[in-house]
């Protein structure tokens, strides 16, 4: 079975521009949540999709934005790219079908990194 | 406030040499979970073990060893006989319930740079 799927895998942007950023999750996972890591640290919550519905937002401003398409799979959009966006994006799916989200394993994606100049 | 801490950024070993990952949890949750994440030089974050709040019970999968203790609110990793293949980051994650349409974001630790020397 295929495992989450990314794209692109690398990608150079200036400063200003937008970015979109592609996630598939594993065939039958429900949810998708998207993570930011900068070198040296851990990755950080971004936002949570379950169902094509927000179901969280960590503490990024408003140029980052996401949704989830019909068949589960998601875009993260980020407007006005800063210098400091530059980062590896990680993408995770998960189930979704246990009584508790948190009991959900969350599998990762290879990333997309993107570097901003 | 949730938190993890793993206070290694980096550690050194020669192969076959036994090493341990500490990690240290904060959490208000009496329901939580606990993750072991592989992260190779490739980038993608492999998932390794989860447990559960309410399962003390340590683990062991091969040359992989788990010690949840609750006490102490630690979650540490044990690599018996490390190999040059476990050369990675490993990151240890905590995670609240979920329920009631809350998010179970994963709230990651800094990460330990593991380097088995052959």
């Known amino acids: 079975d295929a495992g989450v799927t990314q794209s692109p895998t690398h990608l150079i942007k200036t400063r200003g521009q937008h970015v979109t950023l592609r996630c598939s999750p594993i065939?039958?996972?429900?949810?998708v949540s998207w993570y930011q890591q900068v070198l040296g640290q851990g990755p950080q919550f971004i936002f949570q999709?379950?169902?094509?519905?927000?179901?969280g937002r960590g503490n990024f401003p408003d140029r980052f934005s996401a949704r989830q398409f019909p068949n589960y799979s998601s875009e993260l959009n980020v407007n006005a790219l800063l210098l400091g966006d530059s980062a590896l994006y990680l993408c995770a799916s998960r189930s979704g079908t246990s009584g508790s989200l948190g009991a959900d394993t969350q599998y990762f994606g290879p990333g997309t990194r993107l570097t901003v100049l | 406030a949730q938190k993890v801490t793993q206070a290694q950024t980096e550690i050194s070993v020669v192969e076959k040499e036994d090493v341990t990952l500490d990690c240290v949890y904060e959490t208000r949750d009496t329901t939580y979970y606990l993750f072991w994440y592989k992260q190779p030089p490739s980038g993608e974050l492999v998932f390794l073990i989860r447990?559960?709040?309410?399962?003390?019970q340590n683990e062991i999968s091969g040359r992989y060893s788990w010690n949840f203790q609750k006490s102490t609110s630690s979650f540490n990793f044990t690599i018996t006989a490390s190999q040059v293949v476990d050369s990675a980051v490993y990151f240890c994650a905590l995670s609240e319930a979920g329920y009631g349409g809350a998010t179970n974001k994963l709230i990651f630790g800094t990460g330990t740079l593991l380097a088995v020397q052959p």
């Open positions: 065939s039958g996972h429900k949810s």
């Open positions: 999709y379950y169902e094509k519905e927000e179901r």
């Open positions: 447990r559960n709040s309410f399962d003390e």
